[in-house]
C-alpha cells in the first residue's frame, strides 16, 4: 500500500521568505500523481500545485514550486516571497494513475506554516 | 472554482440519532468522495462513488453508508452516530480522464459534533 509522510509537523517562515516543505512517499508504481493542497483557517481545501510522474520537469505555479526527485520518492514544495496569506495548513497527496480505487488520494497528515511579519 | 456544496455546513447532534450529509456537484463529474479529517490523522478516504449507484468502500467505512441515486448528489449517513464521529467532513469531485481531469476538488467541508 501506498504512503504519505510529512515529517514536519510545524513550520515557520518570515514573510518574503522562501520556505520549504517536505512530503516523501513510498510506491512500487512508476504512472502517478502527486498534489499538494492548502488549507487556511476557512477549512477550504485548495489545489496548490499538481505533479504527473512521467514528467521529469518540476511543476510551477506563480511562487510555487516543487522539487520532484522521483528515484527518492520526494516531493517537496518551495514557496517563494512567502506572504500573510500563506499561513496554512499544507497536505501532500498521492494518487495511482490507474482508475477505480486506485485513484483515490492518499494524504499525509499535513504541515502547518506560520508566516511572521 | 468547482461547483460542489456541501450541506449542512455544521451539525450538532446526539449519540444514537441518524445524520445525513449531503455533498452536490453542478460539473457533472463522476467520481465523487467523502473523506473525514482529524487532528493528527490528515483527510482519510470513507466511501467512493464512480457512478449513479456504483460506491466503494475506503480505509475508515465502519459506521456510515452512502447513496448516489444522480449524477450531482452524493449522500453519507451515519446511521447511529456515535462521538468518534465528531469530525470535519469533505466530499470531493473529479472527472475521468487523464491529465488535470484527474484532481480532485474539495466541497467547503460540513463540521459535525456527536454529543
Known amino acids: 500500500a501506498q504512503t504519505v509522510t510529512q515529517s514536519q509537523p510545524e513550520m515557520s517562515v518570515q514573510e518574503a521568505e522562501t520556505v520549504t516543505l517536505s512530503c516523501t512517499y513510498d510506491t512500487s508504481e512508476s504512472d502517478y500523481y502527486l498534489f499538494w493542497y492548502k488549507q487556511p483557517p476557512s477549512r477550504q481545501m485548495i489545489l496548490v500545485i499538481r505533479q504527473e510522474a512521467y514528467k521529469q520537469q518540476n511543476a510551477t505555479e506563480n511562487r510555487f514550486s516543487v522539487n520532484f526527485q522521483k528515484a527518492a520518492k520526494s516531493f517537496s514544495l518551495k514557496i517563494s516571497d512567502s506572504q500573510l496569506g500563506d499561513a496554512a495548513m499544507y497536505f501532500c497527496?498521492?494518487?495511482?494513475?490507474?482508475?477505480?480505487?486506485?485513484?483515490?488520494?492518499?494524504f499525509g497528515k499535513g504541515t502547518k506554516l506560520s508566516v511572521k511579519p | 472554482d468547482a461547483g460542489i456544496t456541501q450541506s449542512p455546513r455544521h451539525k450538532v447532534t446526539e449519540t444514537g440519532t441518524p445524520v445525513t450529509l449531503r455533498c452536490h456537484q453542478t460539473?457533472?463529474?463522476?467520481?465523487m468522495y467523502w473523506y473525514r479529517q482529524d487532528p493528527g490523522h490528515g483527510l482519510r478516504l470513507i466511501h467512493y462513488?464512480?457512478?449513479?449507484?456504483?460506491?466503494d468502500k475506503g480505509e475508515v467505512s465502519d459506521g456510515y453508508s452512502v447513496s448516489r441515486s444522480k449524477t450531482e448528489d452524493f449522500l453519507l449517513t451515519l446511521e447511529s452516530a456515535t462521538s468518534s464521529q465528531t469530525s470535519v467532513y469533505f466530499c470531493?469531485?473529479?472527472?475521468?480522464?487523464?491529465?488535470?481531469?484527474?484532481?480532485?476538488?474539495f466541497g467547503p467541508g460540513t463540521r459535525l459534533t456527536v454529543l
Open positions: 460539473e457533472n463529474h463522476r467520481y
Open positions: 462513488s464512480y457512478g449513479v449507484k456504483d460506491t
Open positions: 497527496a498521492y494518487r495511482s494513475g490507474g482508475g477505480g480505487s486506485q485513484g483515490n488520494l492518499i
Open positions: 470531493a469531485i473529479r472527472g475521468g480522464g487523464r491529465g488535470p481531469t484527474y484532481t480532485q476538488y
